[in-house]
């Protein structure tokens, strides 16, 4: 009986390690990789489309990933299993979707959403909405004006 169950746990410990070190495709422009897993997290290196990156653990929605000298944890949105092969003048590249695009997608907001609404409320003022998009805000900042206000972002918890 003891050891049936050692190949039990010796047989679960292979897969989960086979399952860690997953291959994965990067399927936004420009995936961000964070020290941490938050988007809080300072982003510490770049990969790009198709990028091949191996996952070697999970948390919650974010995978830590490694890709030649860069490593870091990126957001599991920006990853497929699904191999991606580029070409010279392949449109997948210019059409893909930024890390951006593909969290606010996953909201349920896009920028055809967002048309829709505009079309159907004609009598709504949006540029202030405009010009707030236009603002930008460092990380470093943002994440000083969480810990002053002592609030911890949902993948820090």
Do not use: C
Request: a negative charge; charged letters at 30%; zero cysteines.
């Amino acid at each position: 009986m003891k050891t049936k169950w050692i190949m039990v746990v010796t047989l679960f410990l292979g897969l989960a390690a086979t399952v860690q070190a997953a291959k994965m495709n990067v399927q936004v422009r420009e995936g961000q990789l964070r020290e941490r897993p938050s988007f809080l997290g300072a982003v510490v290196a770049t990969v790009e489309y198709a990028e091949r990156v191996r996952v070697e653990r999970a948390q919650g929605p974010w995978r830590h990933v490694v890709s030649g000298d860069k490593e870091g944890w990126i957001h599991e949105s920006a990853l497929t299993r699904q191999r991606l092969e580029i070409a010279a003048g392949d449109e997948d590249v210019a059409g893909a979707a930024t890390q951006e695009e593909m969290a606010l997608a996953g909201k349920g907001f896009s920028a055809d959403v967002e048309r829709e609404y505009r079309a159907q409320h004609t009598d709504l003022d949006f540029s202030w909405v405009d010009r707030m998009e236009q603002m930008g805000v460092r990380a470093e900042r943002l994440t000083e004006f969480l810990r002053e206000g002592d609030v911890t972002p949902e993948g820090d918890r």
